[in-house]
């Protein structure tokens, strides 16, 4: 069973920037795909980005494409989320998750974090 941490998380104004990490113990990280999810109050959680088991592949949600990157590194067991040209929609809990494919499906991910708040004022 793999654990996972998200952290970095916080309160940024619309334009800013956060990174994300999330930290895998307990299991074989450089296996898994991993993907980043997101829920905002009321709504359902949405796929964010995932990124394959040797960085060869990402995918992204459109709502993010050109200012999200998701990154890996297998040697620490982490993988990231850069966020830039932040806006008040990107407010939400984001998870990091495994699975063994990429894919935007959120039951197709295994394990998952607890999670981590942005808050993007306007």
């Known amino acids: 069973q793999v654990q996972l941490v998200e952290s970095g998380g916080g309160l940024v104004q619309a334009g800013g920037s956060l990174r994300l990490s999330c930290a895998a113990s307990g299991g074989t990280f450089s296996r898994y795909t991993m993907g980043w999810f997101r829920q905002a109050p009321g709504k359902e959680r949405e796929f964010v980005a995932a990124?394959?088991?040797?960085?060869?592949?990402?995918r992204y949600a459109d709502s993010v494409k050109g200012r999200f990157t998701i990154s890996r590194d297998n040697a620490e067991s982490t993988v990231y989320l850069q966020m830039n040209i932040l806006k008040p929609e990107d407010t939400a809990v984001y998870y990091c998750?495994?699975?063994?494919?990429?894919?935007?499906?959120?039951?197709?991910?295994?394990?998952w974090g607890q999670g981590t708040q942005v808050t993007v004022s306007s």
């Open positions: 998750a495994t699975s063994w494919a990429i894919t935007n499906l959120p039951t197709s991910y295994v394990n």
């Open positions: 990124i394959n088991w040797n960085s060869a592949t990402t």
